[in-house]
């Protein structure tokens, strides 16, 4: 149980979805009579939207540092006479079938 507090404690995506892991485990060693599986239950029902919003700040935020990445390189060709470029000037679509098309724009 230590091991859960610390999980749920740091509020990382990482570590709520291995708390989360921890909680199913648990719930499915202890018998279905046992009084601790109704607070195992809430917990674990309290835990799933923590997961989604640590889930979804830490994607935007490796987007951004990604982001950040690509305009630092888009930022060279400016050596090459080529400038404005960033990477707004390139747009996914959603091909509709698991993948995805790239645009450019300006």
């Known amino acids: 149980m230590t091991k859960?507090?610390?999980h749920t404690s740091l509020n990382t995506w990482?570590?709520?979805?291995?708390a989360q892991e921890d909680y199913t485990k648990?719930?499915?060693l202890l018998p279905e009579s046992s009084p601790q599986?109704?607070?195992?239950r809430r917990c674990l029902q309290s835990l799933?939207?923590?997961?989604?919003v640590a889930q979804k700040k830490e994607t935007a935020e490796m987007l951004?540092?990604?982001k950040g990445v690509g305009n630092s390189v888009l930022g060279t060709f400016l050596?090459?006479?080529i400038s404005g470029l960033s990477t707004?000037?390139?747009?996914?679509?959603?091909?509709?079938q698991g993948g995805y098309s790239v645009n450019f724009k300006q």
């Open 4 to 6: 859960l507090c610390l």
């Open 88 to 96: 707004d000037n390139f747009k996914l679509e959603d091909n509709g």
């Open 37 to 40: 599986t109704v607070e195992i």
């Open 79 to 81: 050596l090459f006479g």
């Open 14 to 18: 990482t570590s709520l979805s291995a």
């Open 26 to 28: 648990i719930l499915e």
């Open 64 to 66: 951004d540092k990604l």
């Open 48 to 52: 799933k939207p923590r997961v989604e």
